[in-house]
């Protein structure tokens, strides 16, 4: 088993700033998409520094010059459906990246989770995948979602959330040491019926305006 890699919390004021908001029970649907779109956004320059690049030659409109450009496929893994509110800030900074998507739902019961749809090729992997959820919890969802990144081949794999509860942190790196975590905010702990606390509530609902 390889050695885990640290959690890296992206500890940055604007983030801390417009993620008291998110928490907000008050924060309506509208403004918690946009919320989340921001967050999200930090934290994707925060899980791609460290793409590999290569050497290649532009023209300027004066000269010639030396560049680089990313040289590894990437692949986006939203879990269904909450996670589709990170999507477009990484497409934003990765137009290139392919969107793969996995559907999961938890059993309320039970806690784990129950997958209802995969879209995902049996070949061809990409070289980094990134699953995007706002929530890592018990880290169900989240090793699932891995355990298929690593069935299809992908070398390397990342995982980016809002916020994070330890139970989960520690779930995720006992099974996949070497996937990198990134996250705005890693939390108390996990209450007796599995939510984050103090949390923000469910992330889907309260993107999609589906709270009853």
Known sequence: MSERRPVRVVDHPVVQHHLARLRDVSTPPSEFRLLVHRIATLLAGAATEDLQLRDTRITTPLTETA????SQRIGLVPILRAGLGLVDPFLDLLPSAEVWHLGL???EETAEPVEYYRKLPKTDPVDVGLVVD??????????LALGVLR???VPRTKLVALIAAPEGIEAVQSQFPETQIVVAAVDECLNEQSFIVPGLGDAGDRQFNTLR
């Open 151 to 153: 069935q299809w081949g």
């Open 67 to 70: 560049a680089k450009e990313l």
């Open 134 to 143: 706002p929530m890592l919890a018990t880290g169900g969802s989240a090793m």
């Open 105 to 107: 739902f938890r059993d």
